[in-house]
């Protein structure tokens, strides 16, 4: 059984190490244990900005297709509501840029957080038409003109719109409409192509985020969360795509999600923000992923429509959302659109911690506050489960001098050794595993809630006490880090002695293993895992001094 026990601490601490240095090598862009480099994809036949050919593709064009034509002169300009700040480009009437007014910078605090971003990243938003019959049509790269009008939101006015208007092209015009709402990071956006030509037109419309594959803001060397493109569809759920994956695809291979629906929405998800096309469900649409070049990708929906006679137009509606991933808000816009709020595999426990902190926080108003109280309710809930395991702790501290006379005595003969080792524990009552199995079951719901402070938006920026002004920064005078770390080397004080010296420097190097990662860790995680360490330490103190082993 001590044997048993020894393994399992050691592959916990191995894997550990191993996941460590795995998320240092990917930070570094390093190749990782899990997979080499990322290879260069070809980009030969898909040019370099997105740009739609149906010529490359045949009857069914990818939104990607051939080059760029010669760059041509736009101009921009700047839109202002209450909660975001977007730039335009005339260049396919396209929002080049979004700046989330009550979010700050995680690189320059005194600035607002930016999304959809032309400074340093390649990010935006895109829509145009394709034509199944390889007609020429309006497209992001077609050079539009902006209609005059207001470009601020005033007080007491609760929309703004933005209007576009296109030349002809294929004997198509397009008038593509922004509509902005207060105090809301949708934005509707309505498309009417109008047939002024002789002939019929076969169009589809495409909504399209590029974006390149780098880490938005500020990264971590030790936690990673995932940046990139997802899908959605009634039938498959919510399909996360890695750009390493679009990368190494090719002609041929199985599709990385879901290619044609009747429902579903196209996303580009990073750490706390998103960005999402929406449109109604009950209409056929595709779904496509692309590399279009060095570190670009593409993720589009497209919606084949019906036919324009000449004189016609066809109107579509979609609405483009761009903001933080408020679990309860997303919920209200499109089916499944919470889910770029991702707790992985721990989804079904992290839920209903969530709702749980967020009815604490809505009685207290502090999140650092409403995270303490979640963890002692925790506790309590598994407290006796934690009393049985401290007994059982107990148990084994006070048998542990037999224990370690007997390793020596009978040192050369470990059969032996076994056969005495558990005899005492049957007469005692003692099982070696006994303090294993509560943790074993509480972990799950411990890694939960991990991943509900990691991915609650809510926590950016979010005060708790004195030094401690963003529970999503890490710790700025490392007060938690040093007492998380004091907290873990008392619990092994409090532990049972191990027989084997090695085992013993083992169990007080892991604390300090893993505490070395809580100092850049977010204060909020470590505010966690200090509050569960304190409430075990106190418990099983009380248990120890009961028992007398103190």
């Known amino acids: 059984m001590t044997d048993m026990r020894r393994t399992l601490l050691w592959v916990v601490f191995t894997m550990s190490l191993v996941l460590l240095w795995d998320a240092w090598s990917r930070h570094n862009g390093q190749p990782t244990l899990f997979g080499g480099p990322v290879p260069a994809a070809s980009a030969a036949a898909s040019g370099n900005d997105g740009v739609p050919s149906a010529a490359a593709t045949g009857a069914a064009p ?11 002169q736009s101009e921009t300009f700047t839109v202002h509501t209450d909660v975001m700040t977007a730039t335009f480009d005339t260049l396919g009437g396209t ?4 700046a989330l007014n009550k979010y700050k910078s995680d690189v320059d605090p005194q600035q607002p957080m930016l999304v959809l971003d032309e400074t340093g990243h390649r990010y935006e938003a895109q829509t145009g038409y394709i034509s199944a019959a390889a007609t020429p049509l309006p497209t992001h790269l077609t050079l539009m003109s902006a209609v005059p009008g207001e470009r601020d939101l005033k007080d007491g006015q609760d929309t703004l719109t933005v209007r576009f208007e296109s030349p002809e092209v294929g004997g198509a015009k397009l008038v593509k409409t922004y509509t902005f709402h207060r105090g809301q990071y949708t934005v509707d956006v309505k498309h009417a192509l109008t047939n002024v030509g002789t002939t019929p037109l076969q ?10 594959d780098k880490a938005p803001g500020v990264t971590s060397s030790f936690y990673s969360t995932f940046t990139g493109p997802a899908v959605y569809t009634n039938e498959k759920h919510y399909e996360k795509v890695k750009f390493e994956a679009i990368a190494k695809h090719q002609p041929g291979d199985s599709p990385l999600h ?3 629906a009747n429902d579903g929405w196209i996303a580009m998800v990073q750490h706390y923000f998103a960005t999402a096309w929406l449109v109604k469900d009950g209409s056929p649409r595709e779904f496509r992923t692309t590399k279009i070049g060095p570190d670009l990708f593409t993720v589009a929906l497209v919606q084949p429509l019906a036919a324009v006679a000449p004189g016609a137009t066809e109107t579509s509606d979609a609405t483009l959302f761009v903001g933080p991933q408020e679990e309860k808000k997303l919920a209200t816009l499109a089916p499944g659109l919470e889910l770029v709020k991702d707790y992985g595999w721990f989804k079904v426990l992290a839920e209903p911690l969530f709702w749980v902190l967020d009815h604490i926080h809505k009685l207290i108003g502090n999140w650092g506050w409403s995270i303490i109280l979640l963890v002692v309710l925790l506790k309590a809930a598994f407290y006796w489960l934690n009393a049985n395991a401290y007994k059982s702790m107990a148990k084994m501290k006070a048998v542990n001098p037999r224990i370690m006379e007997l390793r020596e005595r009978l040192k ?11 005899r005492i524990y049957r007469e005692e009552k003692v099982n070696p595993l006994g303090g294993c199995l509560p943790i074993f079951i509480q972990m799950p719901f411990f890694m939960a809630l991990y991943w509900v402070l990691m991915s609650t938006v809510e926590m950016r920026g979010a005060p708790w006490i004195g030094w401690i002004t963003d529970l999503s920064a890490k710790d700025p005078l490392f007060i938690l880090p040093v007492l998380m770390t004091m ?5 092994v004080w409090l532990s049972p002695k191990q027989a084997d010296p090695m085992q013993q420097k083992m169990m007080w190097i892991m604390p300090l293993a ?4 809580f100092f850049f860790f977010p204060s909020g995680l470590v505010l966690y895992w200090l509050t569960n360490n304190l409430l075990s330490i ?3 103190y009380v248990i120890n001094k009961r028992m007398g082993v103190l």
Do not use: H, T
């Open 412 to 422: 050369d003969k470990p059969q032996e050794m076994q056969q005495e080792m558990m």
């Open 95 to 98: 929002i080049r840029r979004v």
């Open 538 to 540: 106190a418990q099983q």
């Open 514 to 517: 893993f505490s070395f990662m």
């Open 62 to 72: 990818a939104v990607a297709g051939a080059s760029a034509p010669a760059p041509v």
């Open 487 to 491: 907290s873990s080397l008392l619990q």
């Open 258 to 260: 879901v290619q044609k």
């Open 203 to 212: 169009p589809q419309l495409y909504l399209q985020l590029q974006r390149d």
